[in-house]
């Protein structure tokens, strides 16, 4: 019987042991489900604002007035609406 239990105990550390080195691989992505995506996101946009220097500053307002009158004209909804869209290289490389 202790032979039987002996051997029980040195499977379930077994698996016990298998299954942490199983989970440890996942670590690097922990990220995913221990950090709120919006607020990552919204931290990105921040970080990662297009208009560093003034020429893509001025280039970056064009283009969002640009975006800004065919959107109002396509729906009044989004009077006054701006939006703020990063480069997508510098998101490329955050979400890879």
């Known amino acids: 019987m202790k032979e039987v239990l002996s051997l029980i105990s040195i499977n379930l550390e077994s698996i ?4 942490r080195l199983f989970n440890e691989q996942f670590n690097k992505y922990s990220y995913l489900w221990l950090e709120d995506p919006t607020k990552t ?10 208009a560093e220097d003034e ?9 969002e ?3 800004t009158d065919i959107s109002q004209k ?9 939006a703020k869209i990063p480069f997508l290289d510098l998101f490329d490389e955050k979400i890879t």
């Open 16 to 19: 016990e042991r298998e299954g």
């Open 41 to 50: 996101f919204e931290k990105f946009l921040v970080e990662n604002d297009p």
């Open 55 to 63: 020429f893509l500053k001025e280039e970056a307002a064009k283009e």
């Open 65 to 67: 007035d640009q975006k």
């Open 74 to 82: 396509e729906n009044p909804l989004l009077k006054g609406v701006k």
